[in-house]
């Protein structure tokens, strides 16, 4: 589904590892839970990581046990992706190596992400290039530039492709998520011969107006895709939940988000032509200035720069650009504090 084409803003609820728990069975329950409540809070999609750790880390790894508990098998991830398909919710994985792209392509996942860590990875973006999986996300964060540009490179075939911007930060300090580096992504995406979408991974303190300001802020830099992560309660301390909302806060973060696009949206229209909206239209007019007569004029008069002046008035027939008067002859007697009309000017 990948309604990234549909929605202007396409939201996507992170659940990472939030799913985590100390049973396979749990585990499973948390994950269908999480997807539940991305529905509910008015997500395009979940996303989870789909992690096998034999193809992420050595056993020496201090988090191996952590990620050996993460994998759910294919029949767990099957309810996952039953759940999200009712719902009618895009379902997103993050994949770490072949085995997770294959059950991603075998669970009908919308789009894949690769974390930046395997943007040299080439044997990994290489069979992401070619898997049937056509939706990717990069996430650029923690990446090189020169990384980033090999990375587009080697995608080149995907049929959406979105640069997200951010890190995990625990959450990330305001100051280090670095949003202007967005303005440089969207450079390259303006360069690029082939179709690029920019993306922005918010992981924001969540008790601070930062978790909404900042995803704000990015949609002034063309921002179109919103990863931002999901809880299910953050007393209950779950993997992830520092940068996380819970399903009640991500659902005012939505409506919050859809009405900054709005009133960004008029934007396009300004950047291309310049046309106002009706509302501005109405505005200008209802507080324009007319052009009035400062002294009283003969009939035949020419009109000097000297003659007129601008106000407000009451008339509904006016001239208000002083250009369309100066030097202009009258065609009847005009009084003072008159508006000059096409009528009463010679054209």
Not at 251 to 279: G, M, R, W
Request: proline letters at 4%.
């Amino acid at each position: 589904m990948f309604g990234i084409e549909v929605k202007p803003i396409y939201i996507i609820a992170e659940c990472a590892q939030g799913y985590a728990s100390s049973s396979l069975e749990e585990s499973i329950a948390l994950a269908l839970l999480l997807t539940r409540c991305a529905k509910a809070s008015g997500a395009e999609a979940v996303k989870f990581q789909l992690v096998i750790a034999s193809e992420l880390a050595t056993q020496d790894y201090k988090h191996y046990d952590l990620f050996k508990s993460l994998e759910l098998g294919f029949s767990g991830w099957q309810q996952v992706a039953a759940l999200a398909k009712t719902l009618e919710l895009d379902l997103i994985f993050d994949i770490f190596g072949p085995s997770s792209l294959l059950m991603a392509e075998n669970l009908g996942a919308s789009a894949v992400k690769i974390h930046p860590t395997d943007f040299t990875n080439l044997e990994l973006i290489r069979k992401v290039a070619s898997s049937s999986v056509k939706n990717v996300i990069a996430g650029c964060g923690g990446a090189t530039r020169s990384e980033i540009e090999m990375t587009i490179k080697e995608l080149v075939n995907s049929e959406s492709l979105t640069l997200l911007h951010g890190f995990q930060g625990y959450p990330t300090p305001r100051a280090d998520n670095c949003l202007s580096r967005l303005g440089f992504l969207k450079g390259l995406i303006d360069q690029s011969t082939i179709p690029l979408k920019l993306g922005f991974a918010d992981h924001a303190d969540p008790s601070s107006p930062d978790s909404t300001h900042l995803a704000g802020v990015s949609l002034g830099y063309g921002v179109s895709v919103l990863e931002k992560h999901l809880t299910i309660a953050k007393c209950l301390q779950l993997e992830d939940h520092e940068s996380a909302l819970s399903p009640d806060e991500f659902h005012a973060f939505v409506e919050i988000i859809n009405n900054c696009y709005d009133a960004k949206s008029q934007s396009f229209i300004l950047e291309t032509s310049f046309d106002l909206p009706d509302s501005e239209k109405a505005y200008r007019k209802a507080v324009a200035r007319h052009v009035v007569a400062k002294f009283d004029l003969d009939s035949n008069h020419t009109i000097g720069s000297s003659d007129i002046c601008l106000k407000r008035t009451g008339s509904s027939d006016f001239i208000s650009d002083p250009l369309l008067v100066i030097g202009k002859k009258t065609t009847m007697p005009i009084k003072a504090d008159s508006p000059f009309t096409f009528a009463t000017v010679e054209q």
